[in-house]
Structures are given as structure tokens and as C-alpha cells.
């Protein structure tokens, strides 16, 4: 069974950085393109930042410069840095990976969520 599974949120005052891991576990051979979106409250999942499987990165314009997004391939980890954080940044990060298994067909399987919120 694979999962994705996030860690890293949490609370963080206006200005800091946070970390978020996504981890592919299960019977896996690799992950493909990985993504990070967020939904704040009364709003839309949008899209934060994307890596293709080569590590080239697309940002939001809201995040840019602010943000990175890597990759460990060795780990079937995809991270998310986040740094000069603002309260708007405050929403449930979800992360978003395209998995190769080791049986079966490649599919898109989707992290649980993790909350970030920033204080002011």
C-alpha cells in the first residue's frame, strides 16, 4: 500500500521558516513529479510549487523567493522550504506526488495534510 505521508508543520511567528517533508512509503519503485498545494480557510486548494522528477521547480508568484522545493530521490522524499513566512501563509499544505509502483499502474496519490499557521 503506498502512502504519502507529510510532517513538518506547525506554528511559526511572521518572518520564520518551516521545513514540510512528504514521504513515499510502500512497495515503491519511484516518484515522478511531486507538488505542493494549500487550502486556507473559504478558500481554493492552490498551487504552491511543483518538481519535476530532474528537480526543475515552478513556484506561485505569491511564494517565489520565499519558498523551495527539493527532492531526495533516494528517500522518495519531496520537501518544501519555507522561509520569511507571512500570516497569509497560514493553510493546510498538502503534498502531491506522482508514484511509480513496484506492481501495478503509476498513479497520483495525495499526502494527508499538515497545518501551517503563521502568527503576526
Known amino acids: 500500500q503506498v502512502q504519502l505521508v507529510e510532517s513538518g508543520g506547525g506554528l511559526v511567528q511572521a518572518g520564520g521558516s518551516l521545513r514540510l517533508s512528504c514521504a513515499a512509503s510502500?512497495?515503491?519503485?519511484?516518484?515522478?513529479?511531486g507538488a505542493w498545494y494549500r487550502q486556507a480557510p473559504g478558500k481554493q486548494r492552490e498551487l504552491v510549487a511543483n518538481?519535476?522528477?530532474?528537480?526543475?521547480?515552478n513556484y506561485a508568484d505569491s511564494v517565489k523567493g520565499r519558498f523551495t522545493a527539493s527532492r531526495d530521490n533516494a528517500k522518495n522524499t519531496v520537501y518544501l522550504q519555507m522561509n520569511s513566512l507571512k500570516s497569509e501563509d497560514t493553510a493546510v499544505y498538502y503534498c502531491?506526488?506522482?508514484?511509480?509502483?513496484?506492481?501495478?499502474?503509476?498513479?497520483?496519490?495525495w499526502g494527508q495534510g499538515t497545518q501551517v499557521t503563521v502568527s503576526s
Open positions: 518538481i519535476t522528477s530532474g528537480g526543475v521547480t
Open positions: 510502500g512497495s515503491i519503485f519511484s516518484i515522478n513529479a
Open positions: 502531491n506526488a506522482d508514484v511509480v509502483p513496484l506492481r501495478g499502474a503509476r498513479r497520483t496519490y
